[in-house]
Protein backbone atom coordinates (compact mmCIF):
# COMPACT_ATOMS: atom_id res chain seq x y z
CA UNK A 1 0.00 0.00 0.00
CA UNK A 2 2.14 2.79 -1.35
CA UNK A 3 0.93 6.24 1.48
CA UNK A 4 0.83 9.57 0.39
CA UNK A 5 1.91 12.46 2.40
CA UNK A 6 -0.86 14.71 1.28
CA UNK A 7 -4.35 14.30 -0.42
CA UNK A 8 -7.33 16.84 -1.61
CA UNK A 9 -9.48 14.17 1.14
CA UNK A 10 -7.39 15.26 4.16
CA UNK A 11 -8.54 18.34 5.65
CA UNK A 12 -12.55 17.03 5.38
CA UNK A 13 -11.37 13.62 6.58
CA UNK A 14 -9.29 15.50 9.64
CA UNK A 15 -11.92 17.20 10.27
CA UNK A 16 -14.23 14.79 11.16
CA UNK A 17 -11.60 11.88 12.14
CA UNK A 18 -9.48 14.09 14.54
CA UNK A 19 -13.06 15.13 17.11
CA UNK A 20 -14.21 11.02 16.30
CA UNK A 21 -10.75 10.02 17.42
CA UNK A 22 -11.14 12.04 20.93
CA UNK A 23 -14.74 11.15 21.93
CA UNK A 24 -14.10 7.61 20.89
CA UNK A 25 -11.33 7.04 22.98
CA UNK A 26 -13.03 9.17 25.86
CA UNK A 27 -16.23 7.44 25.61
CA UNK A 28 -14.70 3.45 26.63
CA UNK A 29 -12.98 5.72 29.29
CA UNK A 30 -16.16 4.85 31.22
CA UNK A 31 -15.15 1.36 31.49
CA UNK A 32 -11.51 1.78 31.33
CA UNK A 33 -12.05 4.04 34.50
CA UNK A 34 -13.91 1.27 36.11
CA UNK A 35 -11.43 -0.93 35.22
CA UNK A 36 -8.61 0.82 36.73
CA UNK A 37 -10.36 1.86 39.40
CA UNK A 38 -12.11 -1.74 40.62
CA UNK A 39 -8.65 -3.57 39.82
CA UNK A 40 -7.44 -1.70 42.96
CA UNK A 41 -10.25 -3.19 44.78
CA UNK A 42 -9.40 -6.79 45.15
CA UNK A 43 -9.04 -9.45 41.96
CA UNK A 44 -12.80 -10.62 42.08
CA UNK A 45 -14.21 -7.66 41.65
CA UNK A 46 -12.31 -6.70 38.68
CA UNK A 47 -13.28 -10.09 37.38
CA UNK A 48 -17.42 -9.54 38.09
CA UNK A 49 -16.76 -6.50 36.37
CA UNK A 50 -15.58 -8.22 33.12
CA UNK A 51 -19.25 -10.10 32.88
CA UNK A 52 -21.09 -7.27 33.65
CA UNK A 53 -19.20 -5.18 30.61
CA UNK A 54 -19.52 -8.27 28.32
CA UNK A 55 -23.01 -8.25 28.73
CA UNK A 56 -23.16 -3.88 28.84
CA UNK A 57 -21.23 -4.12 25.95
CA UNK A 58 -23.14 -6.52 23.95
CA UNK A 59 -26.05 -4.69 24.42
CA UNK A 60 -24.54 -1.09 23.27
CA UNK A 61 -23.16 -3.33 19.79
CA UNK A 62 -26.42 -5.01 19.07
CA UNK A 63 -28.31 -1.19 18.92
CA UNK A 64 -25.19 0.25 17.74
CA UNK A 65 -27.52 1.19 14.99
CA UNK A 66 -29.10 4.16 16.66
CA UNK A 67 -25.71 5.87 15.92
CA UNK A 68 -24.41 4.90 12.65
CA UNK A 69 -27.66 4.13 11.18
CA UNK A 70 -28.80 7.30 12.18
CA UNK A 71 -25.33 8.77 11.12
CA UNK A 72 -26.05 7.56 7.46
CA UNK A 73 -29.52 8.41 7.07
CA UNK A 74 -28.89 12.01 8.09
CA UNK A 75 -25.28 12.57 6.06
CA UNK A 76 -27.14 11.38 2.54
CA UNK A 77 -30.09 13.70 3.77
CA UNK A 78 -27.85 16.64 4.25
CA UNK A 79 -25.76 15.08 0.69
CA UNK A 80 -29.00 15.80 -1.37
CA UNK A 81 -30.19 19.04 0.53
CA UNK A 82 -33.06 18.14 2.33
CA UNK A 83 -31.96 19.48 6.01
CA UNK A 84 -35.65 19.33 7.41
CA UNK A 85 -35.71 15.30 6.86
CA UNK A 86 -31.98 15.73 8.40
CA UNK A 87 -33.82 17.15 11.70
CA UNK A 88 -36.92 15.33 11.68
CA UNK A 89 -34.50 11.87 11.35
CA UNK A 90 -32.54 13.10 14.88
CA UNK A 91 -35.65 13.46 16.42
CA UNK A 92 -37.05 10.55 15.93
CA UNK A 93 -33.62 8.49 16.69
CA UNK A 94 -34.08 10.26 20.23
CA UNK A 95 -37.26 9.20 20.76
CA UNK A 96 -36.45 5.37 19.60
CA UNK A 97 -33.36 5.27 21.68
CA UNK A 98 -34.85 6.16 24.76
CA UNK A 99 -38.19 3.76 24.58
CA UNK A 100 -35.82 1.39 23.53
CA UNK A 101 -33.53 1.79 26.29
CA UNK A 102 -36.36 1.62 29.01
CA UNK A 103 -37.68 -1.77 27.60
CA UNK A 104 -34.31 -3.20 27.56
CA UNK A 105 -33.06 -1.74 31.07
CA UNK A 106 -36.11 -3.16 32.50
CA UNK A 107 -35.63 -6.81 31.12
CA UNK A 108 -31.87 -6.66 32.05
CA UNK A 109 -32.15 -5.90 34.89
CA UNK A 110 -34.86 -8.87 35.49
CA UNK A 111 -32.57 -11.32 33.81
CA UNK A 112 -29.10 -10.29 35.12
CA UNK A 113 -28.67 -12.70 37.63
CA UNK A 114 -29.64 -15.72 35.51
CA UNK A 115 -27.38 -14.24 32.38
CA UNK A 116 -24.43 -14.30 34.54
CA UNK A 117 -24.40 -17.61 35.82
CA UNK A 118 -24.12 -18.88 32.34
CA UNK A 119 -20.37 -17.72 32.36
CA UNK A 120 -19.98 -20.78 35.46
CA UNK A 121 -17.35 -18.23 36.97
CA UNK A 122 -17.13 -18.17 40.99
CA UNK A 123 -19.85 -17.30 43.18
CA UNK A 124 -18.09 -13.74 45.04
CA UNK A 125 -17.45 -12.95 40.79
CA UNK A 126 -20.82 -13.52 39.81
CA UNK A 127 -22.01 -11.65 42.72
CA UNK A 128 -19.99 -8.44 42.24
CA UNK A 129 -21.07 -8.66 38.31
CA UNK A 130 -24.44 -9.06 38.69
CA UNK A 131 -24.56 -5.63 41.65
CA UNK A 132 -22.86 -3.83 38.52
CA UNK A 133 -24.92 -5.07 35.79
CA UNK A 134 -28.34 -4.26 37.51
CA UNK A 135 -27.34 -1.36 38.97
CA UNK A 136 -25.83 -0.15 35.29
CA UNK A 137 -29.66 -0.86 33.71
CA UNK A 138 -30.66 2.39 34.92
CA UNK A 139 -28.34 3.92 32.71
CA UNK A 140 -29.37 2.11 29.57
CA UNK A 141 -32.40 4.58 28.24
CA UNK A 142 -30.13 7.67 28.35
CA UNK A 143 -27.20 5.75 27.02
CA UNK A 144 -29.44 4.55 24.00
CA UNK A 145 -30.43 8.36 24.03
CA UNK A 146 -26.81 9.39 23.50
CA UNK A 147 -25.91 7.19 20.86
CA UNK A 148 -28.77 8.51 18.78
CA UNK A 149 -27.71 12.17 19.20
CA UNK A 150 -24.03 11.83 18.39
CA UNK A 151 -25.02 9.54 15.11
CA UNK A 152 -27.60 12.82 14.42
CA UNK A 153 -24.26 14.91 14.92
CA UNK A 154 -22.04 13.08 12.90
CA UNK A 155 -24.37 13.03 10.08
CA UNK A 156 -23.94 16.92 10.29
CA UNK A 157 -20.60 16.22 10.29
CA UNK A 158 -20.52 17.77 13.35
CA UNK A 159 -17.77 15.24 15.58
CA UNK A 160 -16.64 18.07 17.63
CA UNK A 161 -19.37 18.34 20.03
CA UNK A 162 -19.87 14.74 20.69
CA UNK A 163 -15.97 15.22 21.64
CA UNK A 164 -16.98 17.62 24.47
CA UNK A 165 -19.63 16.11 25.62
CA UNK A 166 -17.92 12.59 25.74
CA UNK A 167 -14.62 14.32 27.90
CA UNK A 168 -17.16 16.00 29.84
CA UNK A 169 -18.73 13.27 30.89
CA UNK A 170 -16.07 11.06 30.95
CA UNK A 171 -14.15 13.32 33.98
CA UNK A 172 -18.10 13.68 35.54
CA UNK A 173 -17.14 10.04 36.31
CA UNK A 174 -13.80 9.49 36.95
CA UNK A 175 -14.45 11.95 39.56
CA UNK A 176 -17.63 10.87 41.03
CA UNK A 177 -16.35 7.13 40.64
CA UNK A 178 -13.44 7.98 43.36
CA UNK A 179 -15.50 9.40 45.70
CA UNK A 180 -18.18 6.52 45.35
CA UNK A 181 -15.94 3.39 45.68
CA UNK A 182 -13.08 4.87 47.47
CA UNK A 183 -14.56 8.03 49.83
CA UNK A 184 -17.90 6.13 50.32
CA UNK A 185 -16.62 2.47 50.25
CA UNK A 186 -19.60 1.80 48.14
CA UNK A 187 -17.05 -0.92 45.74
CA UNK A 188 -17.95 -2.12 43.00
CA UNK A 189 -21.89 -0.80 43.29
CA UNK A 190 -19.82 2.88 43.48
CA UNK A 191 -18.62 2.15 40.29
CA UNK A 192 -21.61 1.57 38.84
CA UNK A 193 -23.67 4.60 39.68
CA UNK A 194 -21.22 6.85 39.21
CA UNK A 195 -21.43 5.80 35.01
CA UNK A 196 -24.89 5.93 35.17
CA UNK A 197 -25.01 9.45 36.90
CA UNK A 198 -22.65 10.51 33.76
CA UNK A 199 -24.75 8.91 31.18
CA UNK A 200 -28.11 10.61 32.27
CA UNK A 201 -26.00 14.20 31.58
CA UNK A 202 -24.53 13.18 28.48
CA UNK A 203 -28.65 12.74 27.57
CA UNK A 204 -29.58 15.56 28.73
CA UNK A 205 -27.04 17.14 26.57
CA UNK A 206 -28.00 15.71 23.47
CA UNK A 207 -31.09 16.32 23.82
CA UNK A 208 -31.09 19.92 24.31
CA UNK A 209 -29.06 20.22 21.21
CA UNK A 210 -31.49 18.03 19.33
CA UNK A 211 -34.76 19.28 20.27
CA UNK A 212 -33.33 22.86 19.69
CA UNK A 213 -32.29 22.18 15.97
CA UNK A 214 -35.60 20.93 15.12
CA UNK A 215 -37.83 23.71 16.70
CA UNK A 216 -35.63 25.76 14.75
CA UNK A 217 -36.43 24.35 11.75
CA UNK A 218 -40.45 24.40 12.60
CA UNK A 219 -40.33 20.37 12.42
CA UNK A 220 -42.24 18.66 15.43
CA UNK A 221 -40.39 16.94 18.37
CA UNK A 222 -43.14 14.68 18.94
CA UNK A 223 -42.51 10.99 18.25
CA UNK A 224 -44.12 9.16 15.56
CA UNK A 225 -43.69 5.36 14.65
CA UNK A 226 -43.56 5.94 11.17
CA UNK A 227 -40.53 8.46 11.17
CA UNK A 228 -38.96 6.34 13.77
CA UNK A 229 -39.11 3.27 11.91
CA UNK A 230 -36.92 5.63 8.73
CA UNK A 231 -34.58 6.48 10.86
CA UNK A 232 -33.96 3.27 12.29
CA UNK A 233 -33.50 1.97 8.18
CA UNK A 234 -31.22 -0.54 8.43
CA UNK A 235 -31.05 -1.20 11.96
CA UNK A 236 -31.78 -4.88 12.00
CA UNK A 237 -28.86 -5.53 9.34
CA UNK A 238 -26.68 -3.77 11.66
CA UNK A 239 -28.06 -5.70 14.47
CA UNK A 240 -27.83 -8.87 13.14
CA UNK A 241 -23.80 -7.69 12.05
CA UNK A 242 -23.55 -6.78 15.75
CA UNK A 243 -24.88 -9.96 17.25
CA UNK A 244 -22.29 -11.99 15.51
CA UNK A 245 -19.26 -9.85 16.37
CA UNK A 246 -20.53 -9.41 20.41
CA UNK A 247 -20.71 -13.21 20.02
CA UNK A 248 -17.08 -13.93 18.92
CA UNK A 249 -16.47 -11.58 22.07
CA UNK A 250 -18.73 -13.60 24.23
CA UNK A 251 -17.53 -16.67 23.50
CA UNK A 252 -14.26 -15.78 24.25
CA UNK A 253 -15.08 -14.48 27.46
CA UNK A 254 -16.74 -17.66 28.30
CA UNK A 255 -13.51 -19.76 27.80
CA UNK A 256 -11.41 -17.30 29.06
CA UNK A 257 -13.74 -17.92 32.60
CA UNK A 258 -12.65 -21.76 32.20
CA UNK A 259 -9.50 -20.72 32.69
CA UNK A 260 -9.26 -19.22 36.36
CA UNK A 261 -9.88 -15.95 37.96
CA UNK A 262 -6.42 -14.85 36.69
CA UNK A 263 -6.76 -15.49 33.03
CA UNK A 264 -10.04 -13.60 33.33
CA UNK A 265 -9.04 -10.80 35.06
CA UNK A 266 -6.26 -11.05 32.57
CA UNK A 267 -8.55 -10.71 29.66
CA UNK A 268 -10.69 -8.47 30.94
CA UNK A 269 -7.71 -5.73 30.85
CA UNK A 270 -6.87 -6.89 27.59
CA UNK A 271 -10.24 -6.43 26.19
CA UNK A 272 -11.29 -3.23 27.49
CA UNK A 273 -7.29 -1.64 26.16
CA UNK A 274 -8.55 -3.78 22.74
CA UNK A 275 -11.61 -1.67 22.72
CA UNK A 276 -10.45 1.53 23.17
CA UNK A 277 -7.54 1.15 20.32
CA UNK A 278 -10.46 -0.03 18.28
CA UNK A 279 -12.77 2.70 19.19
CA UNK A 280 -9.62 4.71 18.14
CA UNK A 281 -9.20 3.39 15.27
CA UNK A 282 -12.85 3.58 14.73
CA UNK A 283 -12.56 7.15 14.45
CA UNK A 284 -11.70 7.14 10.48
CA UNK A 285 -14.20 5.01 10.22
CA UNK A 286 -16.72 8.30 11.99
CA UNK A 287 -15.73 9.95 9.07
CA UNK A 288 -16.03 7.63 6.83
CA UNK A 289 -20.31 7.26 7.27
CA UNK A 290 -20.06 10.70 7.27
CA UNK A 291 -18.18 11.27 4.06
CA UNK A 292 -19.33 8.55 2.17
CA UNK A 293 -22.95 9.18 2.77
CA UNK A 294 -22.98 13.06 2.11
CA UNK A 295 -20.89 12.38 -1.01
CA UNK A 296 -23.49 9.18 -2.18
CA UNK A 297 -26.19 11.82 -1.41
CA UNK A 298 -25.36 14.02 -3.93
CA UNK A 299 -24.65 11.47 -6.32
CA UNK A 300 -20.95 12.02 -6.73
CA UNK A 301 -19.47 8.30 -6.82
CA UNK A 302 -15.95 8.92 -7.62
CA UNK A 303 -15.35 11.50 -5.03
CA UNK A 304 -16.49 8.63 -2.57
CA UNK A 305 -14.53 6.41 -3.53
CA UNK A 306 -11.36 8.58 -3.57
CA UNK A 307 -11.93 9.79 -0.05
CA UNK A 308 -12.42 6.17 1.23
CA UNK A 309 -9.09 5.30 -0.39
CA UNK A 310 -7.43 7.81 1.30
CA UNK A 311 -9.24 6.92 4.76
CA UNK A 312 -7.81 2.82 4.49
CA UNK A 313 -4.15 4.33 4.13
CA UNK A 314 -4.45 6.45 7.17
CA UNK A 315 -6.36 4.22 9.49
CA UNK A 316 -3.86 1.20 8.48
CA UNK A 317 -1.12 3.64 9.06
CA UNK A 318 -2.52 4.72 12.44
CA UNK A 319 -2.70 1.10 13.17
CA UNK A 320 1.03 0.15 12.66
CA UNK A 321 1.87 3.07 15.13
CA UNK A 322 -0.36 1.70 17.49
CA UNK A 323 0.67 -1.28 17.83
CA UNK A 324 4.47 -0.59 17.58
CA UNK A 325 3.56 1.87 20.91
CA UNK A 326 1.56 -1.44 22.48
CA UNK A 327 4.46 -3.54 21.37
CA UNK A 328 6.53 -1.51 23.69
CA UNK A 329 4.79 -0.45 26.69
CA UNK A 330 2.79 -3.67 27.38
CA UNK A 331 4.24 -4.57 30.52
CA UNK A 332 4.14 -0.73 32.17
CA UNK A 333 0.40 -0.60 30.69
CA UNK A 334 -0.62 -4.16 32.23
CA UNK A 335 0.50 -2.38 36.04
CA UNK A 336 -1.52 0.74 35.39
CA UNK A 337 -4.80 -1.86 35.83
CA UNK A 338 -3.28 -4.17 38.87
CA UNK A 339 -1.28 -4.50 41.05
CA UNK A 340 -1.63 -8.70 41.18
CA UNK A 341 1.70 -9.99 39.71
CA UNK A 342 0.49 -12.81 38.37
CA UNK A 343 -2.39 -10.52 36.27
CA UNK A 344 0.31 -8.19 35.28
CA UNK A 345 2.43 -10.96 33.48
CA UNK A 346 -0.38 -12.25 31.77
CA UNK A 347 -2.14 -9.24 30.61
CA UNK A 348 1.66 -8.12 29.35
CA UNK A 349 1.85 -11.31 26.90
CA UNK A 350 -2.23 -10.73 26.16
CA UNK A 351 -1.06 -7.36 24.83
CA UNK A 352 1.28 -8.64 22.14
CA UNK A 353 -1.73 -9.90 20.69
CA UNK A 354 -3.79 -6.60 20.62
CA UNK A 355 -0.88 -4.65 19.47
CA UNK A 356 -0.56 -7.31 16.36
CA UNK A 357 -4.06 -6.70 15.47
CA UNK A 358 -3.97 -3.17 15.32
CA UNK A 359 -2.90 -2.98 11.80
CA UNK A 360 -5.74 -5.07 10.81
CA UNK A 361 -8.02 -3.15 12.77
CA UNK A 362 -7.52 -0.24 11.12
CA UNK A 363 -7.62 -1.80 7.65
CA UNK A 364 -10.96 -3.15 9.20
CA UNK A 365 -12.49 -0.22 10.97
CA UNK A 366 -12.16 2.01 7.85
CA UNK A 367 -14.04 -0.64 5.59
CA UNK A 368 -16.59 -0.83 7.78
CA UNK A 369 -17.29 2.62 8.14
CA UNK A 370 -17.17 3.40 4.51
CA UNK A 371 -19.94 0.69 3.83
CA UNK A 372 -22.24 1.58 6.75
CA UNK A 373 -21.77 5.44 5.39
CA UNK A 374 -22.95 3.49 1.84
CA UNK A 375 -25.69 1.74 3.69
CA UNK A 376 -24.38 -1.67 2.20
CA UNK A 377 -25.51 -2.91 5.69
CA UNK A 378 -26.81 -6.32 4.43
CA UNK A 379 -23.45 -7.56 2.89
CA UNK A 380 -21.95 -5.96 6.49
CA UNK A 381 -24.09 -8.43 8.60
CA UNK A 382 -23.30 -11.61 6.07
CA UNK A 383 -19.57 -10.99 5.94
CA UNK A 384 -19.48 -10.39 10.08
CA UNK A 385 -21.54 -13.73 10.55
CA UNK A 386 -18.89 -15.87 8.08
CA UNK A 387 -16.05 -14.29 10.29
CA UNK A 388 -17.48 -15.17 13.09
CA UNK A 389 -18.36 -18.36 12.12
CA UNK A 390 -14.53 -18.93 11.43
CA UNK A 391 -13.70 -17.80 15.27
CA UNK A 392 -16.21 -20.40 16.24
CA UNK A 393 -14.46 -23.28 15.07
CA UNK A 394 -11.00 -22.28 15.80
CA UNK A 395 -11.89 -20.94 19.62
CA UNK A 396 -13.57 -24.54 19.43
CA UNK A 397 -10.14 -26.49 19.46
CA UNK A 398 -8.80 -24.14 21.74
CA UNK A 399 -12.29 -24.58 24.36
CA UNK A 400 -11.79 -28.65 23.10
CA UNK A 401 -8.07 -29.36 23.04
CA UNK A 402 -7.74 -27.47 26.85
CA UNK A 403 -5.37 -24.63 25.13
CA UNK A 404 -4.04 -21.75 27.01
CA UNK A 405 -5.32 -18.16 26.73
CA UNK A 406 -2.85 -17.13 24.14
CA UNK A 407 -4.43 -19.53 21.78
CA UNK A 408 -7.56 -18.19 22.65
CA UNK A 409 -6.35 -14.72 21.53
CA UNK A 410 -4.47 -16.26 18.71
CA UNK A 411 -7.90 -17.34 17.49
CA UNK A 412 -8.89 -13.35 17.95
CA UNK A 413 -6.25 -12.49 15.13
CA UNK A 414 -7.67 -15.15 12.53
CA UNK A 415 -10.93 -13.71 13.19
CA UNK A 416 -9.58 -9.81 12.33
CA UNK A 417 -7.85 -11.33 9.75
CA UNK A 418 -10.88 -12.61 7.91
CA UNK A 419 -12.72 -9.69 8.36
CA UNK A 420 -10.02 -7.48 6.86
CA UNK A 421 -10.07 -9.84 3.48
CA UNK A 422 -14.34 -10.21 3.14
CA UNK A 423 -14.32 -6.32 3.59
CA UNK A 424 -11.74 -5.74 0.94
CA UNK A 425 -12.92 -7.92 -1.38
CA UNK A 426 -16.31 -6.16 -1.43
CA UNK A 427 -14.37 -2.73 -1.58
CA UNK A 428 -12.66 -3.39 -4.29
CA UNK A 429 -16.41 -4.00 -6.31
CA UNK A 430 -18.38 -0.93 -7.36
CA UNK A 431 -21.95 -2.37 -5.89
CA UNK A 432 -21.73 -0.15 -2.60
CA UNK A 433 -21.78 2.69 -4.48
CA UNK A 434 -25.39 3.45 -4.58
CA UNK A 435 -26.21 6.70 -4.43
CA UNK A 436 -29.31 9.20 -3.52
CA UNK A 437 -31.02 10.77 -0.23
CA UNK A 438 -32.78 7.68 2.53
Known amino acids: MKLHLRSEHDRDILRLAIPAFGSLVAAPLYILTDTAIVGRIGTPELAGLALASAVLLTLVNLLVFLAYGTTGTVGRAIGAGDEDRAANLGMQSLWLGLLMGAIIGIALALAAAPLLELFHAENDVIDHATTYLRISCVGV ?154 HLGAGDTATARSASARMIQLAFTFGV ?41 GHVFALDGILIGAGDLSFLAKAMWFSTLVFMCAASIVWTSDLGIGWLWASLTLFMAVRAVTLHLRYRADSWLVTGAP
Do not use: C
Not at 175 to 180: A, P, S, T
Not at 214 to 236: E, F, H, I, K, Y
Not at 248 to 254: K, N
Not at 331 to 353: E, Q
Open 141 to 294: PALLTSMAGTGYLRGLQDTRTPLVVAIGTALLNGGIEVWFVFGLDWGVAGSAWSTVIAEFAAAATYTYMVVRTVRGRNQSVAPSVTDMWAASRGGLNLVARTAALRGAFILAILIAATKGTTALAAHEIAIQIWMTLALALDAVAIAGQALVAR
Open 321 to 361: VAGLALTLGANPLARLFTSDVAVIDLTAFLLIHVAVMQPIG
